[in-house]
């Protein structure tokens, strides 16, 4: 099977191509390198090494005797676009390029445009160009958990059964996203399953939680194939940053009450939902969502189990710099990837004691000052949310178009 992974030099978009490309397809890896130059804008880098693409690619054959073909361009260019799925003519694309982080989305109105820009218009003529080239092209596009928000209600898969002055149907569940980042997600839906029902499009939408850990069985076979692990508020996740401040004897880092409930999963269920979901094509006008996570936890309780598997920490309750229930109900149904075959990896000692180790062989990498949140969730046209900090992203950046 032929498999482009847009977004193939970031955290997730690596490991599933060296994941699919083991597994015997053809895999074509396209990349922009913006995630590379929001580390540059912010002037942190990911606290494993990484190698450059091109590194990469050549280490993979080596380790391998796979090829791996790449198309280094942008989303938002039609004309890249375009080229690219003519030129591969892919069985299957896997969409992970987007602007990924909701601090980021949040810092201003320059990065709250480019993420949805970014976003909405590279998935746009992403869905222009499979229907041109060939309909039948199968798009497994990278959603999030995030696009529910936090319903007082239990949360369905994409779909919910409504009743409505006695007459009843099945429409989409309702989103409540919490960011301009989660917010461009939904817009993402919106238009692929308008694309679906109007073009006869087949799509999977994979509404994945918050992901952890770093390491899959191909990227432990060179340190060349590292994929990244970031740590810094405003594009590490909560538990990846735990891990960290953990082994850096610093507080971790709770935001508000704690109670903030999320959907997780370890970065190789991530491949293998992937996987999982190209294997069984939605069918043609279908689109299709599956909640890609494992388990829930509440920020409080991944605290406590990072402090206990560390041997101790502190725990710190900062004021939360984002606007989102601090405690609330949470139960979202996961079932279709499971019904599909999915084996968890659940989060357990044993994971979290080799993050632990990971991170302390890294600790010397880490900048502190980058652990502490500075976005915060309030409307601002210029770049420092809180002044005076100097390590923030840079609203004078000129974002690649
Ligand atoms: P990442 O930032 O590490 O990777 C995204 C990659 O896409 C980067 O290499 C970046 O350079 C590339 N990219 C961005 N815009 C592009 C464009 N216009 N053209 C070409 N390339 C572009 O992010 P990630 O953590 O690997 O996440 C991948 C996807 O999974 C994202 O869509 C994200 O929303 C989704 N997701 C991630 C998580 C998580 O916990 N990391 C959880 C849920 C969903
Ligand atoms: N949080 C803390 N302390 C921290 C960092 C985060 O308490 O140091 C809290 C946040 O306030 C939030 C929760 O932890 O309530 C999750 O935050 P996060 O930064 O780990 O994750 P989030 O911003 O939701 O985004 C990440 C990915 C994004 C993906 C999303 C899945 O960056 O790409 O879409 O997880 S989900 O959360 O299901 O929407």
Redesign the pocket.
């Known amino acids: 099977m032929r498999i482009l992974v847009?977004?193939?030099?970031?955290?997730?978009?690596w490991p599933t191509a060296l994941h699919l490309s083991s597994a015997g397809c053809e895999v074509a890896v396209?990349?922009?390198?913006?995630?590379?130059g929001y580390d540059l804008e912010m002037g942190v880098e990911s606290l494993v090494p990484i190698a450059s693409l091109q590194r990469r690619v050549e280490c993979w054959e080596d380790v391998s005797g796979h090829q791996i073909e790449t198309f280094i361009?942008?989303?938002?260019e039609e004309a890249f676009v375009y080229d690219m799925v003519g030129r591969f003519r892919p069985d299957a694309i896997v969409?992970?390029?987007?602007?990924?982080s909701a601090p980021y989305s949040m810092v201003d109105r320059k990065h709250a445009v480019y993420t949805q820009v970014?976003n909405v218009v590279?998935t746009l003529n992403l869905l222009y160009a499979i229907a041109d080239t060939d309909p039948a092209i199968h798009l497994v596009k990278?959603?999030?958990?995030g696009e529910y928000g936090t319903p007082n209600i239990d949360i369905e898969e994409g779909y919910i059964e409504i009743t409505h002055r006695g007459r009843t149907d099945v429409l989409p569940f309702p989103k409540q996203p919490g960011s301009f980042y989660h917010l461009s997600?939904v817009h993402d839906s919106h238009n692929i399953a308008f694309c679906c029902r109007a073009w006869g499009l087949r799509a999977t939408d994979l509404n994945?939680?918050?992901?952890y850990g770093q390491s899959t069985p191909e990227t432990l076979l060179h340190p060349d194939l590292a994929t990244?692990f970031d740590y810094d508020a405003v594009?590490g996740?909560v538990l990846n940053r735990f891990v960290i401040q953990a082994a850096a004897g610093q507080a971790l880092t709770v935001y508000g009450k704690g109670g903030q409930t999320r959907g997780f999963l370890d970065i190789r269920d991530t491949l293998a939902c992937v996987e999982l979901a190209i294997e069984s094509p939605a069918a043609a006008g279908e689109f299709r969502v599956f909640n890609q996570f494992t388990e829930s936890y509440s920020v409080n309780e991944l605290a406590e189990k990072v402090a206990t598997a560390a041997g101790g920490a502190d725990i710190a309750h900062l004021e939360d710099p984002r606007v989102e229930l601090e405690e609330h109900y949470y139960r979202a149904a996961h079932t279709k990837l499971l019904d599909l075959g999915l084996l968890p990896f659940l989060l357990g000692d044993d994971l979290l004691g080799d993050l632990l180790a990971l991170a302390r062989a890294h600790v010397h990498r880490i900048e502190l000052s980058a652990l502490a949140p500075q976005v915060m969730w309030r409307a601002t046209s210029s770049t420092l949310s809180r002044p005076g900090r100097p390590r923030t992203v840079n609203a004078n950046r000129d974002f690649p178009r």
């Open positions: 847009l977004g193939g030099d970031g955290y997730l978009g396209v990349d922009n390198f913006a995630r590379r361009g942008d989303t938002t969409h992970f390029a987007e602007q990924r970014n590279g990278l959603g999030t958990m997600k994945q939680g918050v992901v990244r594009f996740t």
